[in-house]
């Protein structure tokens, strides 16, 4: 697994979903798994890829979208 991105969960559980339907396998984990999971949405977490989807991924979300407009 391969590190795609850190951020908030609200954020790293909607990037989950949506990898998901692209069909990559992608998982959350918290920063500091050592604290308690109060629900807390800001709570730092990190999304991570398989190595063989990295690329795939990065083109779906971080690649230039100019050519949609």
Not at 3 to 11: R, S
Not at 24 to 38: M, R
Request: no cysteine.
């Amino acid at each position: 697994m391969k590190l795609f991105y850190t951020g908030p969960v609200i954020n790293t559980e909607m990037l989950v979903t949506m990898l998901e339907k692209h069909g990559i396998a992608a998982v959350q984990e918290y920063v500091d798994p050592s604290l308690l999971d109060d629900g807390d949405m800001s709570r730092e977490a990190t999304v991570l890829v398989p190595e063989v989807d990295y690329d795939r991924a990065y083109r779906l979300f971080y690649e230039d979208k100019e050519n949609e407009l």
